[in-house]
C-alpha cells in the first residue's frame, strides 16, 4: 500500500487533514477579504494560496484509496463555493453589488448556519468520511463565529441622535421609519413615542454597518461611529507626530474641517490623513511603527504596500486564529493613510500619490499629483476638537481635488439615495 493510501484509508488520520485543511482555506480567504474591503485588487499570490488550500481541501476529501468519490466532489465543490460566497458577501459589497450578494451580506452574521441542516444530512448519509469532519469543521466556525457576534451586540451603548440623523431618517423612510428600518435590516435605531436613539457600536462590539447605511442607504454616519472617528483621527495624528512623519488631513476629513467649521462630514465614511515618505521616513519604518503603536494601544493596522495605503482600524488587533475575520463585517471605522512621495511632473516638484483622489491630476509617472506649495511646509486647522496638519493651503488643495468644493455633492455608490439626501440638507 502506498503512503497516500494508507493516510486515505486511515479515517482518523484523514479526517483531522480534512478538518485542518478546510481551516487552513478559511483562514487564507478570509485573510483574501482584505483587498475587496479596501477596493483593491487582490494579490495574485494571495489568490493563488487560497485557491490551492481550497482545490486541496476538495481533492482530499474525494479521494479514498479505491480512487475519486464523484458524490463527495460535487458535494465538497458546491459546499466550498456556496460558503465561500457566504462568508465574503459583505466585504464584495463595499462596492455596488447585485441583490443576491446584499441579502448573504445583511445575514452575514448567520448566513453560514444555513447548510448546518444540509451538512448534517451529508454526515448522516456519508458517515465517517472525510467530508464529514470538512464540514463539522465548517459548521463549527459558523456557529463560533454566529454565537460571538451575538453576544458582542449586548455590548451595546445607546447614543442620543442629533436634529439632522431624524430629519435624513424621515426624508428616506418618506413617513414610514418602521418600515424602512425593517427593509434595510436597521437593528440600532430605537423608535419611542417622542424621539429616537441609536443602539451604538464600541470597541466591544462590531461596528455599525457603514458600507449599507452610510455608502447605500446615504444616512448620517451614526453618532457612535463619528464618536470612534474623532477618536482614531487624533490617535493617528499624535503617532504621526510622534514618527516625525510630515501628514496632512486629507480628502473629505479636509473638506469637513474646512467647510462644517472643523466638523466631519456628517455622511463621513472614513477619515483620511496624507502622509510624505522621504529619507527619514521610508514605508517600512512607517508601517512597522504603526503596526507595532497599533497593537500596543487597540487599533488594527493593515498596510497595502503596492497601493500606498495603510489604514488604522477602531478595533483591537484579535490574535490568530482570529486576526482576519473582522473582514466578514460590514463595515469598519478606520483612516486610510496614503502615501506621498516628492516627484518631478513636467518639470515642476509635486508630492505624488498612487491611487486617484477626487480630480487630482495625473502625472507623467503614472500617478496623482499636487504642487508641493500647496502642501508645505503643513499648517494647523481644528478638527473635531483639536488641532490637526492641513496642506498649507487647504482651500487651493481642496479645490484641486474637488472644484468648487464650496458645493455639497453626495458621492454614493447608491445614486436614489443621493438624490434623497440632497431632499434632506434642503429641508434640514
Ligand atoms: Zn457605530
Redesign the pocket.
Same mark, same amino acid.
Given at each position: 500500500m502506498s503512503n497516500f493510501e494508507t493516510l486515505a484509508s486511515n479515517t482518523v488520520l484523514g479526517g483531522l487533514i480534512a478538518a485542518t485543511l478546510y481551516a487552513a482555506t478559511y483562514l487564507s480567504f478570509i485573510r483574501l477579504l482584505r483587498f475587496p474591503r479596501n477596493w483593491i485588487q487582490p494579490s495574485q499570490k494571495e489568490v493563488l494560496t487560497t485557491g490551492l488550500l481550497g482545490i486541496t481541501t476538495i481533492a482530499w476529501v474525494s479521494l479514498s484509496s479505491l480512487g475519486p468519490d464523484l458524490n463527495c466532489l460535487l458535494i465538497a465543490t458546491s459546499f466550498i463555493v456556496t460558503m465561500a460566497f457566504i462568508i465574503a458577501a459583505p466585504a464584495l459589497c463595499f462596492r455596488p453589488a447585485n441583490k443576491a450578494l446584499e441579502f448573504l451580506a445583511r445575514h452575514s452574521e448567520h448566513a453560514g448556519l444555513w447548510l448546518l441542516v444540509p451538512a448534517l444530512v451529508v454526515c448522516l448519509i456519508i458517515p465517517g468520511s472525510k467530508l464529514q469532519s470538512m464540514l463539522l469543521t465548517a459548521m463549527t466556525i459558523e456557529l463560533l463565529w454566529f454565537f460571538r457576534q451575538h453576544w458582542k451586540q449586548l455590548n451595546k451603548v445607546i447614543y442620543p441622535l442629533t436634529p439632522s440623523d431624524r430629519s435624513v431618517f424621515k426624508i428616506h423612510a418618506r413617513g414610514d421609519l418602521k418600515g424602512f428600518c425593517q427593509n434595510h435590516g436597521i437593528k440600532?435605531l430605537i423608535i419611542s413615542e417622542s424621539d429616537f436613539s441609536?443602539r451604538?457600536?464600541s470597541k466591544n462590539t462590531a461596528? =455599525?454597518p457603514?458600507n449599507l447605511y452610510v455608502n447605500k442607504l446615504g444616512l448620517n454616519t451614526?453618532? =457612535? =461611529?463619528r464618536e470612534?472617528m474623532r477618536d482614531i483621527s487624533h490617535y493617528v495624528s499624535k503617532c504621526l507626530l510622534e514618527i516625525g512623519a510630515i501628514h496632512w488631513l486629507e480628502g473629505g476629513s479636509l473638506l469637513g474641517a474646512v467647510r462644517e467649521n472643523g466638523k466631519l462630514l456628517e455622511w463621513e465614511d472614513d477619515i483620511d490623513i496624507s502622509v510624505l515618505l522621504d529619507e527619514d521616513i521610508t514605508w517600512d519604518s512607517l508601517s512597522d511603527q504603526l503596526v507595532e503603536q497599533g497593537n500596543k494601544d487597540g487599533y488594527f493596522v493593515d498596510t497595502f504596500e503596492e497601493k500606498g495605503l495603510i489604514s488604522v482600524s477602531f478595533d483591537t488587533p484579535k490574535p490568530w486564529p482570529f486576526k482576519w475575520e473582522r473582514n466578514r463585517l460590514r463595515?469598519e471605522?478606520r483612516v486610510d493613510i496614503a502615501i506621498y512621495r516628492r516627484a518631478t511632473n513636467h518639470g515642476a516638484v509635486v508630492l505624488e500619490r498612487q491611487s486617484p483622489k477626487g480630480v487630482m491630476p495625473a502625472t507623467e509617472n503614472g500617478g496623482y499629483g499636487v504642487p508641493l506649495e500647496l502642501v508645505l511646509p503643513t499648517a494647523k486647522i481644528i478638527f473635531e476638537g483639536g488641532n490637526i496638519a492641513c496642506p498649507h493651503d487647504s482651500g487651493a488643495y481642496l479645490r484641486l481635488l474637488y472644484g468648487n468644493f464650496q458645493e455639497i455633492e453626495y458621492t454614493y455608490i447608491n445614486p436614489a439615495a443621493a438624490r434623497n439626501r440632497l431632499l434632506a440638507t434642503t429641508v434640514k
Open positions: 440600532e441609536w451604538g457600536c461596528p =455599525c457603514f451614526a453618532p =457612535c =461611529c470612534h463595515g471605522i
